[in-house]
């Protein structure tokens, strides 16, 4: 039985690619609720689709050409001008080539919908050297998209050379942001003179919607003391920083998924291989 939790989600499932799965197996219709749609991804070309799924054996490594491109092998997602190329290799892995080092990741390359991972290269943690970052959407439907952000340390790059794995992979866990997420939020409702609103406390500030549609539908006492979220999570990633995006909504009786009434951005930082939400902000729909 897999049920929709107040905070972290799909409740009984380990993780989003299980749900993401699990939806797939179980019928192609979509399910109602918000439209999912992103243009932050790259939609590969034919040649990079026709190379996902790669056999292990024909991925690139640490013998190709000098540099980080394979000559023949079309990458999946790249930044050319820094030398940065990642190819696919099994049908759950991808070969991260900086250079002259590579590395085989644990990643998430390509989708159903052909969405290829996002990477960008940026002084993360602030030491004076650049870090390469990379958002990987799991999967998506109609009320659900989760993005995987990871940051990957490029120091040990010389180290690979010599056959040690040259980058240090670390990525913001669900756990960890949905924790940081629901400690930092609250929600009320309030009657204001027989008009009903939610007051979101997220931050340091206090944001007020107007929930008397929904009152109207469904009175009051249907609709939840918490805030459903986590089916539909974004990352961004651009030189100057790391941004997070959750849609928050409404639980109400009866209703498998949250209705959905804005979302809450944050900022993230990193160091160390640690992620931190901060300067939080909710926008209404």
Request: some cysteine; proline content about 3%.
């Amino acid at each position: 039985m897999v049920g929709f939790d107040y905070k972290a989600g799909w409740k009984g499932l380990s993780s989003a690619t299980a749900i993401i799965t699990l939806l797939a197996a179980c019928s192609t219709a979509e399910a109602p609720g918000r439209e999912t749609t992103d243009d932050r991804h790259n939609i590969p070309s034919s040649s990079a689709t026709a190379n996902s799924g790669m056999d292990a054996s024909k991925a690139p490594d640490a013998s190709a050409s000098p540099g980080g491109k394979t000559e023949g092998v079309q990458p999946v997602a790249s930044i050319p001008e820094k030398d940065v190329y990642l190819y696919a290799d099994t049908e759950t892995a991808a070969v991260l080539a900086v250079g002259d080092a590579r590395q085989t990741m644990d990643w998430t390359y390509s989708t159903v919908r052909g969405v290829t991972p996002v990477l960008t290269l940026g002084d993360y943690d602030h030491d004076g050297e650049d870090e390469l970052a990379a958002v990987l959407e799991l999967g998506s439907g109609t009320g659900l998209l989760i993005d995987e952000l990871h940051v990957v340390e490029l120091a040990g790059m010389e180290a690979g050379a010599s056959g040690e794995r040259p980058f240090a992979d670390h990525a913001f866990q669900e756990e960890d942001y949905l924790a940081q997420l629901g400690d930092a939020l609250s929600f009320e409702k309030v009657d204001k003179d027989g008009k009903w609103f939610g007051e979101i406390a997220i931050g340091d500030r206090t944001y007020e919607v107007d929930l008397d549609a929904f009152v109207r539908e469904h009175v009051a006492e249907a609709l939840g003391k918490e805030l459903g979220y986590g089916a539909i999570v974004y990352f961004r990633a651009e030189d100057e920083g790391l941004t997070f995006q959750a849609a928050v909504g409404l639980r109400i009786d009866g209703f498998a998924e949250p209705q959905y009434i804005g979302d809450i951005t944050a900022s993230v930082s990193y160091d160390a291989g640690k992620f931190k939400l901060g300067n939080f902000a909710f926008a209404a729909e």
